[in-house]
């Protein structure tokens, strides 16, 4: 009898599992997404860019949570696309922040503490949108994957 409720179980599991993967495959078009872009110059560790686009993508979020309410909570039921991107030095965040400020889409740059491999109040990523893809495009479209 055991045997039968752990096939069965297996089989409930299974099935949840291919419908969540169907779901996703049926949703496989997104409006909205989030860029980061992390500056690759600084040499941040695995870890330490992780943290940061951590940083960059929360941050960016409660700010257009706050302005674009319906752009942040589209996003969000999509799924929550993010896409990473390379940029060369701290000029190139600036420039980004201006771009998207021109095009009033929500940013943040972010600056670390310097706790760790950092001097405090390096600039390291900035988090932009989320937004529709054709607007954050404008911005950061023509950057390379990190």
């Not at 600036?94 to 001097?119: H, M, W, Y």
Request: one cysteine or more.
């Amino acid at each position: 009898m055991l045997d039968i409720r752990c096939e069965l179980l297996e089989i409930i599991s299974i099935g949840r599992i291919l419908n969540k993967r169907s779901y996703f495959q049926n949703r496989m078009t997104f409006e909205y997404k989030q860029v980061i872009a992390v500056r690759t110059d600084l040499k941040m560790s695995k870890g330490k860019t992780a943290v940061q686009v951590a940083h960059g993508s929360l941050s960016a979020y409660v700010k257009t949570k706050r302005i674009y309410p319906d752009w942040a909570d589209n996003w969000f039921s999509e799924g929550q696309k993010k896409i990473t991107v390379k940029v060369k030095s701290e000029e190139e965040i600036l420039q980004l922040a201006n771009n998207a400020k021109r095009l009033e889409v929500p940013f943040s740059v972010i600056n670390d503490a310097g706790l760790t491999q950092l001097p405090p109040g390096t600039t390291t990523v900035i988090g932009i949108g989320p937004t529709r893809n054709q607007i954050v495009d404008k911005i950061s479209g023509d950057l390379p994957l990190l």
